[in-house]
């Protein structure tokens, strides 16, 4: 059976509103025949701020993949280990303790992995297992979870770190002028850990609000019509043992 | 328990011999400093021929990183399904058998990856796993042992499929001649489930030679001084039950 633990989630400094983001998109596409639905189901969204890794004038220029991957790799050795560090903290563990290490981000691509480097950088041990999941977009954070949870079954006693990093800010096509693209430049925001999956898990140790023993059912979407859900179970720091740290437990 | 069944492996059409690899070498880096070595360890290497996907003439040109991607995903599309199925007769297994996909590639990125596509393509059941990595070159083959492993143990009775796709000629790079890249240049082929690994398991169902019940250690070893080994036991026909097929088992 395996728990999990708090989620640290980290968001970069610059931040947009739905206003700012509404405004340049009915400037730079006024005439767009899907232009009114788009801002419409931006709107009802609910986001009202994103957090993004460079000012809005940035991320509106495109310098071409190379230099966007540079900054992807450059931003995330500066964010990740923080936010590892305080995972790690929270779930009462060291580096050392940790047998695998999930990394999943589809906005930056590094080779090697961000695993290898954090492995060396943060003095976790030489035989951690490494499963660096590029390719699954939004669904990575349901599918980090599950894999995680396969190899806590297949390990007893081993511990797991899922890292979901995005800045899907690099992503954003401005002269892309498709639907898909208005709707993603106008609702993805960066971070680290930050996945859906996560950031609601996050928000239910925040906030409370389920009752205890109740069980639910995070999912994610991502590319291809691809999903991955994970069935979890509350448990409240009462029922507390000493194998079990409070958290969402796997079904 | 998980036990690995025969590889199935292909190798594309275009062949070159070692003499047709280090002909072109000689004469493109006449007076390059490390070349003697560099020649001199491909040919002590025993690599004797090479299949690529395209001819030699096309693959020393560099179109850019743009249409060789798109040439991975067509040779990858048009050639990955017979390989799968030909693994699956061999496993006595249907597609919709199979409970998770590991598709390891680190010399084509398609977003959604492969995974996706082949479920929609060869009819898996929509609820397959996908674990596809793009990020641990070499030693994938490994780890895809490693994870389709933990699969299996955290999920009794589940089959796995690996699949590893790799057209290094397609990361060729003409002008680059540091002494690294004049070396992958020299000994890396095209292949599908042609990775290191496999390819090793293979020969040993092919050829046979190790002793009933012997034990063994496939190793892999990729960028960031990734390495990844998995522990096997050789188990001969005459000990197959209902639940095993021959194979390499884990350990």
């Given at each position: 059976?395996a728990?999990?633990?708090?989620?640290?989630?980290?968001?970069?400094?610059?931040?947009?509103?739905?206003?700012?983001?509404?405004?340049?998109?009915?400037?730079?596409?006024?005439?767009?025949?899907?232009?009114?639905?788009?801002?419409?189901?931006?709107?009802?969204?609910?986001?009202?701020?994103?957090?993004?890794?460079?000012?809005?004038?940035?991320?509106?220029?495109?310098?071409?993949?190379?230099?966007?991957?540079?900054?992807?790799?450059?931003?995330?050795?500066?964010?990740?280990p923080?936010?590892?560090?305080?995972?790690l903290?929270?779930?009462?563990?060291?580096?050392?303790?940790?047998?695998?290490?999930?990394?999943?981000?589809c906005?930056?691509?590094?080779?090697?992995?961000?695993?290898?480097?954090?492995?060396?950088?943060?003095?976790?041990?030489?035989?951690?297992?490494?499963?660096?999941?590029?390719?699954?977009?939004?669904?990575?954070?349901?599918?980090?979870?599950?894999?995680?949870?396969d190899?806590?079954?297949?390990?007893?006693?081993?511990?797991?770190?899922?890292?979901?990093?995005?800045?899907?800010?690099?992503?954003?096509?401005?002269?892309?002028?498709?639907?898909g693209?208005?709707?993603?430049?106008?609702?993805?925001?960066?971070?680290?850990?930050?996945?859906?999956?996560?950031?609601?898990?996050?928000r239910?140790?925040?906030?409370?609000?389920?009752?205890?023993?109740?069980r639910?059912?995070?999912?994610?979407?991502?590319?291809?019509?691809?999903?991955?859900m994970?069935?979890?179970?509350?448990?409240?720091?009462?029922?507390?043992?000493?194998?079990?740290?409070?958290g969402?437990?796997?079904?």
């Open positions: 059976m728990t999990s633990c708090r989620p640290s989630v980290s968001v970069p400094e610059h931040v947009i509103t739905m206003e700012e983001t509404l405004e340049p998109a009915r400037e730079r596409h006024a005439g767009h025949p899907q232009l009114p639905p788009a801002l419409r189901l931006m709107e009802n969204t609910g986001v009202r701020t994103r957090h993004i890794v460079q000012p809005i004038e940035e991320t509106l220029k495109h310098p071409g993949f190379e230099d966007r991957d540079r900054l992807y790799e450059r931003e995330a050795k500066a964010r990740v923080a936010v590892v560090q305080r995972a903290d929270d779930a009462e563990l060291l580096t050392t303790d940790i047998d695998v290490i999930i990394y999943v981000s906005t930056g691509f590094m080779m090697p992995s961000m695993t290898a480097w954090l492995i060396n950088k943060m003095g976790f041990e030489s035989t951690t297992r490494q499963i660096p999941i590029a390719q699954l977009g939004c669904a990575a954070g349901g599918a980090a979870i599950n894999r995680a949870h190899f806590c079954t297949a390990c007893h006693e081993a511990n797991a770190l899922i890292v979901a990093c995005e800045f899907c800010s690099l992503c954003c096509q401005p002269t892309d002028i498709g639907v693209s208005l709707l993603s430049n106008g609702l993805f925001g960066d971070g680290i850990a930050g996945a859906v999956v996560l950031d609601a898990l996050r239910l140790f925040d906030e409370g609000g389920v009752h205890d023993r109740a639910g059912l995070p999912a994610g979407f991502g590319p291809g019509i691809t999903a991955e994970s069935l979890g179970r509350w448990q409240t720091a009462d029922e507390r043992t000493s194998d079990e740290l409070q969402v437990r796997q079904a």
